[in-house]
């Protein structure tokens, strides 16, 4: 059974950072690409980045570009996101999965985690 574990959210002030992990186990990722997405109050969850596990190909909304890094250690079986001036519209909670795209669009192969509640206080 699959299973994601996102942690390292928190309250920040606007222009602060903070690092987000996501450990993943149940399987092998080795082929995977995998990548966070994001959900706001009354919003739908959104793509934020991606990560092909062995080609190290990154992807961002454009929103997050030049402000959050995606990277992951392959060893551990994690993924990060690093995430630098952040802007009070970063506020979500964020959930990390294996990620499949479909033309431009990125979906979640398995059932989504809990998340990590990242707060920006303006």
């Known amino acids: 059974q699959v299973q994601l574990v996102e942690s390292g959210g928190g309250l920040v002030q606007a222009g602060g950072s903070l690092r987000l992990s996501c450990a993943a186990s149940?399987?092998?990722?080795?082929?995977?690409?995998m990548g966070w997405f994001r959900q706001a109050p009354e919003k739908e969850r959104d793509f934020v980045a991606a990560i092909g596990w062995r080609d190290r190909l990154t992807y961002y909304v454009d929103s997050v570009k030049g402000r959050f890094t995606i990277s992951r250690d392959n060893a551990k079986n994690t993924v990060y996101l690093q995430m630098n001036s952040l802007k009070p519209e970063d506020t979500a909670v964020y959930y990390c999965n294996v990620l499949r795209r479909d033309g431009s669009r990125w979906s979640g192969v398995f059932p989504w985690g809990q998340g990590t509640q990242v707060t920006v206080s303006s």
């Open positions: 149940g399987r092998t990722f080795s082929a995977d690409t």
